[in-house]
């Protein structure tokens, strides 16, 4: 069964600074991986997806991530945080061949402070 | 605009009454999914449906149902034998069900459901 984790439930940083949000994944086959992004009392807003192309990925908002099978990480970085970027942080995975079932982490809430 | 659309917002529920959350998507996407959030575990799927009239169970089930007679609708009932029931629940829809890179997974803004 492929499952994820996500290091850290909160992670602070100052405005500036750089973001590393770290998401490593254990899954049987080749997986595709996604990072979502959780505003207070809002849904999930896909921030960028990771399908077996390019293994550096860049999304919304100035984030990325980098695919690196050898560690089994997806892990999210932006290189200056911005107060409008606190947040809760989703990582997830799917299978390959069942692309339309994912496994979420439990999250890390970021904290952006001045 | 398109989207989906989830209500109500917030929900009371009293002890052994079944109550009943709407999901409506205008996107024309063949797959639907219920989502259930609870403060530090993540999302977990409770149901999903690949295409008009037909559903699966996901991981947590017990005490839910679904209906998918309308492709835009994938209402979820919570019956009084979920014995937890408050949390954030999430309905979400993709174009279609299977492994293309493309078929994102979109989510609605959620509803909170309080039992009381």
């Known amino acids: 069964a492929q499952s994820v984790t996500q290091l850290g439930s909160h992670v602070s940083v100052s405005e500036g600074a750089l973001v590393l949000l770290r998401c490593n994944y254990s899954s049987s086959v080749p997986p595709y991986l996604f990072w979502y992004v959780q505003y207070p009392n809002q849904g999930l807003q896909l921030l960028l997806k990771?399908?077996?192309?390019?293994?550096l990925v860049k999304g919304i908002n100035g984030f990325e991530a980098e695919f690196k099978k050898s560690e089994t990480s997806f892990h999210l970085t932006k290189p200056s945080a911005h107060m409008s970027d606190a947040a809760e942080y989703f990582c997830?995975?799917?299978?390959?061949?069942?692309?339309?079932?994912?496994?979420f982490g439990t999250g890390t809430r970021l904290q952006v402070t001045l | 605009d398109g989207g989906i659309t989830q209500s109500p917002k917030y929900l009371f529920r009293k002890e052994g009454q079944n109550v009943t959350l709407s999901c409506e998507q205008n996107?024309?996407?063949?797959?639907m999914y219920w989502y259930r959030q609870d403060p530090g575990q993540g999302l977990r799927l409770i149901y999903y449906s690949q295409i008009v009239n037909d559903f699966q169970k996901g991981d947590i089930a017990e005490g839910y149902s679904v209906s998918r007679e309308k492709k835009e609708s994938f209402p979820l009932t919570v019956t009084s034998a979920q014995k937890n029931p408050t949390a954030f629940y999430l309905c979400a829809s993709s174009p279609r069900w299977g492994e293309l890179p493309g078929n994102t997974i979109y989510f609605g803004e959620g509803s909170w459901l309080t039992v009381v």
């Open positions: 990771y399908t077996s192309a390019a293994t």
């Open positions: 996107l024309n996407h063949d797959a």
């Open positions: 997830a995975v799917s299978d390959a061949g069942t692309a339309s079932k994912l496994t």
